[in-house]
């Protein structure tokens, strides 16, 4: 997959970045490529090597026909993650999030939301719940090209 400056990219673990430029690094003696990535959310930058991009996951902002399909995913009644106690879930929860799938971060955030509502959540699945929420509104804002209030909104409205 080939980015070029100004494309969107979606890192799996930062979120949403913009391509800002393609640089050449020499490192140990060999020329590397490299996107640079200004990831949205944070500000921060991210160097991803070019010719690792399908090994990091680094991939396209997904259509619009995929968001509507992240939105139904978050009003489905199932439970991804069942494990007993916290930090197994915990476990479970940050793997979803690192595999980069928006469907499966959308799972995080449906099952930490109704979690939330029954009991207090850990401070590190609260953690998570804030990651899988922004993740979700940052991409399906951009896939839907309305502003992320607006999906703020829906999210509220399906999660109660």
Not at 125 to 132: D, F, N, Y
């Amino acid at each position: 997959m080939e980015f070029k400056v100004g494309d969107k990219a979606v890192h799996p673990a930062h979120g949403v970045g913009e391509v800002t430029s393609i640089e050449k690094k020499t490192i140990a003696g060999n020329d590397k490529r490299f996107y640079i990535l200004k990831i949205v959310d944070s500000g921060m930058t991210v160097m991803v090597p070019t010719d690792g991009v399908e090994r990091l996951g680094l991939r396209e902002v997904i259509s619009k026909r995929e968001a509507k399909k992240v939105l139904d995913e978050l009003k489905k009644d199932e439970v991804a993650v069942t494990s007993q106690p916290w930090n197994r879930r915990y476990r479970e929860y940050t793997e979803m999030l690192k595999s980069g799938s928006p469907i499966e971060v959308a799972k995080v955030l449906r099952d930490l939301s109704r979690l939330r509502g029954e009991k207090e959540l850990s401070f590190g699945e609260r953690r998570l719940l804030e990651q899988a929420r922004n993740l979700i509104v940052t991409e399906v804002a951009l896939a839907q090209q309305v502003n992320e209030d607006r999906i703020e909104k829906t999210l509220d409205t399906i999660l109660g």
